[in-house]
């Protein structure tokens, strides 16, 4: 009796076993993927964690249906390190698997229907509908559920097939497709046949009044003789300014002979830099601090104020790593980062580094898969967002985390609901790796760590090249408002500093973290605010689309002339975002180019190069952002950073709001003077006295972090107690309500610690469900093992109660 254990792409907590034969047996490991019947006609690419001889008890083991790898795809410490992560976020590690693999790689059966070949039709019995479906059968053997959608021009087309095979007119039968395909490049080759003297001479005979072709064949000969390798038809196209069609001809003509060749789609060509990287005095201290820690720290944090060249560091450290022959794993919060860093890594490593996130299309994803598996030199170092952190390494030795405490490395929905920068320490842990964590804002948990010994500890308090940190001015808004000293929402401060920064050719960023145009639209007759249909939000005001959206579920409409409700045409917006101080900027600086940069205007696969590229090339003089603006980017001509108003980040009902604004607000001005000139910041605020706005000013990181260690203490918050959150949520608001209370006693009752809730979130209602949520703060001393086994036990219960089981229930440890 021979078995594999298998885990599914799906939202399952368990592993299912299925038979294989012997042949099978032997040959499988740990690691492959196999194609598995699940259910009643699915098939799906499951991931083999153990093979073994225990029959299981439950059920009979189905047979395999085949096996997709000749070698494993998934290494040993990545299992481990995936049911860690399963175990800990307490999710499925079904759901781990899914979020881990990139999806080119997880195939699920597409249904194929097919017409019977036996059966006699009476077309006369047959619907509309079904005769065009029976009729697209004749023309072709098999259709995909999506074909007949197209056909019938309508979503609800399963009663149609069903009534069919009621008829005995198809079969539907499920089949696997591989969605991954590499890339094929074309090439031309001269034939054979004219590799003589003689043969060139035939081949010009034959050209004598072909003048296109005889170019293009000329221009053939002096590629070869230059660049010595295989032409691509492209590039003899581009030499020769001609058409693929004459290229065809030639082909035709077997003069050409065409051939292709598989090519990675991500390619760096880029040149190694020569020469050594000059280290300040102050960089070479933490740069041999560092390495001092790490003999006996698996983990430290490099705290170094904005512009202190903490990249310069880490590019020593990886030089170092490399040498050893070791991988290393380099993530960033955001996207927009990646596309400068990978430009400046590439100079000194040319072509090992790769790039892993969710903006590079799937067979991208697997390419750079395969790289890091094979443990290729293109993928010695791997920078990417959270979801590198899943790719096979199998001699990782570095990892840096750089911008550590940016809440984007905690991953929301869904699940798995990690957090990179936790995981990734146990993943260098299983590795035996080290791990840097970088950042000018450390999160308070980090140095909590850092100062209480468990991280090493290393600090730079001067910006490189001893350029002085930017002047902080603060323009009270009440004030100028009052003296009718504002153009917008632009103050007279700010409108003369941008004013000056323009004249010397300066370029400026200005934040706002909020993009769209406006975040109310109100009407003034009666007060009526257009909100979303199915969540309980105001609708945003997009100006450029001309429609009010929705940035919880997506429901846009068109924007209304008159309200709704009393049909007034006097509407006004409130509020602020990207797009109206864009608009204001082109009023108050016609001259100026402005640029955006948000959700919106970086949707495509290169939307941030874009931007980041013109505004580097000081195509754009002015740009306005969100928080994608705020962390890691040098731009040396920037010296004046304006923040249009701090207060709308202060004023959150959450416990981190005045730890974020401060990292927001420091990270954001110190994107200013980081050139010779020193920079100023601008902040616009409503509570110029407000303590968090006091220490930005003075760049006291210490005092924020003293006075919010000493509120977590008191109000039983991180790194004192961790905080698991339950999110309900049900389309009936009285079950919901009902469902929760439950939850929240037996939890109560069956836990010695605080239990918060049921809590109607400020947003309680999204995609027609409403939403309850229920926060468990587990003190440091206890174990964190057992009270998690504790509310899974209850959270079984819970759904094992009828009334509660469409009720669904998200678990979220560690929430951030």
Not at 9 to 25: G, I, M, R
Not at 500 to 528: D, K, M, W
Not at 610 to 633: P, W, Y
Request: charge should be neutral; proline fraction near 3%; hydrophobic fraction near 40%.
């Amino acid at each position: 009796m021979y078995f594999v254990e298998v885990v599914l792409p799906l939202s399952l907590a368990k592993t299912f076993t299925y038979s294989v034969s012997e042949a099978e047996f032997l040959f499988m490991k740990k690691g492959m993927r196999v194609a598995v019947p699940f259910g009643k006609s699915k098939i799906y690419t499951a991931l083999v964690i153990e093979i073994h001889n225990n029959k299981p008890t439950l059920y009979d083991a189905k047979e395999i249906h085949q096996i997709l790898d000749e070698f494993p795809i998934v290494t040993e410490s990545q299992i481990n390190h995936w049911l860690w992560i399963a175990n800990y976020y307490m999710c499925a590690i079904g759901d781990v698997y899914r979020g881990a693999m990139p999806s080119a790689l997880l195939l699920e059966s597409e249904t194929i229907i097919t017409k019977k070949n036996d059966s006699f039709v009476d077309e006369s019995l047959l619907s509309d509908d079904e005769f065009l479906v029976y009729e697209a059968l004749q023309q072709q053997s098999s259709l995909k559920v999506h074909d007949i959608i197209a056909i019938l021009n309508k979503n609800n087309i399963f009663p149609v097939i069903q009534k069919l095979v009621d008829k005995n007119i198809l079969v539907l039968q499920e089949e696997v497709q591989e969605n991954y395909k590499p890339k094929l490049v074309r090439y031309v080759r001269l034939h054979t046949k004219y590799d003589t003297n003689d043969g060139l001479k035939e081949l010009l005979d034959i050209l004598k009044s072909a003048n296109k072709q005889k170019e293009i064949v000329l221009n053939y000969f002096q590629l070869s003789a230059t660049e010595k390798k295989p032409i691509t038809v492209k590039k003899l196209i581009e030499a020769a300014n001609s058409s693929a069609a004459i290229v065809k001809a030639l082909i035709e003509k077997e003069i050409f002979e065409e051939y292709f060749l598989q090519e990675d789609r991500i390619n760096f060509a880029g040149k190694s830099r020569e020469g050594e990287l000059q280290l300040s005095v102050a960089q070479q201290k933490a740069f041999d601090s560092i390495k001092e820690n790490f003999e006996h720290k698996a983990v430290c944090l490099l705290h170094g104020i904005t512009s202190s060249g903490k990249t310069e560091i880490y590019i020593k450290l990886i030089e170092e790593y490399l040498a050893t022959g070791k991988q290393v794993l380099y993530l960033l919060p955001e996207i927009a980062l990646t596309t400068q860093l990978v430009s400046r890594l590439r100079t000194h490593f040319g072509n090992k580094v790769a790039v892993f996130h969710s903006k590079y299309n799937n067979n991208e994803r697997v390419e750079v898969w395969n790289q890091v598996l094979r443990n290729a030199d293109k993928a010695q170092i791997v920078i990417g967002a959270r979801s590198a952190l899943f790719l096979p390494f199998y001699d990782l030795g570095f990892i840096i985390i750089d911008e550590e405490h940016e809440q984007t490395f905690k991953q929301s929905d869904p699940a798995p609901r990690y957090h990179a920068r936790d995981a990734a320490i146990v993943l260098a842990n299983g590795h035996q790796a080290k791990v840097l964590l970088g950042s000018a804002t450390p999160s308070i948990e980090t140095y909590f760590n850092a100062t209480s010994d468990k991280y090493g500890f290393i600090e730079i308090s001067e910006r490189f090249g001893n350029v002085s940190l930017p002047e902080i001015v603060l323009v009270d808004l009440k004030d100028k408002y009052f003296r009718k000293k504002m153009n917008g929402h632009f103050s007279d401060v700010l409108t003369e500093e941008i004013t000056a920064a323009l004249s010397l050719g300066e370029q400026v960023i200005l934040f706002q973290n909020r993009r769209g145009y406006s975040p109310i639209i109100e009407c003034i007759t009666c007060g009526h605010v257009p909100h979303c249909q199915q969540c309980d939000v105001s609708l945003t005001y997009h100006k450029h689309k001309n429609q009010l959206r929705c940035h919880y579920c997506g429901y846009s409409m068109a924007n209304p002339t008159r309200c709704h409700e009393c049909s007034s045409v006097d509407l006004t917006t409130k509020g602020f975002g990207t797009e109206q101080i864009e608009q204001e900027l082109i009023t108050i600086f016609p001259g100026a180019k402005t640029g955006r940069m948000d959700q919106d205007t970086t949707r495509g696969k290169f939307g941030f190069e874009k931007i980041i590229d013109s505004f580097k090339n000081r195509e754009i003089d002015i740009l306005v952002g969100t928080q994608m603006l705020a962390k890691g980017l040098d731009f040396d001509n920037v010296n004046l950073v304006g923040i249009m108003n701090a207060d709308n980040m202060l004023y959150h009902p959450d416990f981190r709001a005045f730890e974020r604004s401060f990292q927001m607000m420091t990270q954001v001005a110190g994107r200013s003077g980081r050139s010779e000139k020193k920079g100023k910041v601008i902040i616009q605020t409503y509570n110029p006295n407000h303590n968090t706005i006091q220490q930005v000013t003075h760049t006291d990181y210490v005092g924020m972090y003293k006075e919010q260690l000493y509120d977590r203490q008191i109000y039983k918050y991180p790194p004192y107690f961790r905080i698991i959150k339950l999110t309900l949520k049900q389309r009936d608001f009285d079950k919901l309500k009902e469902g929760a209370m439950w939850l929240y006693q037996v939890l109560s009752q069956n836990l010695v610690m605080p239990v918060l809730g049921p809590e109607e979130p400020v947003i309680s209602r999204i995609r027609n469900e409403y939403i309850r949520t229920i926060i468990i703060k587990i003190p440091q001393q206890t174990s964190i093992g057992n009270t998690k086994k504790t509310i899974q036990k209850i959270l079984n219960s819970f759904e094992a109660v009828a009334q509660y089981r469409a009720i669904k229930v998200t678990t979220n440890v560690d929430f951030y």
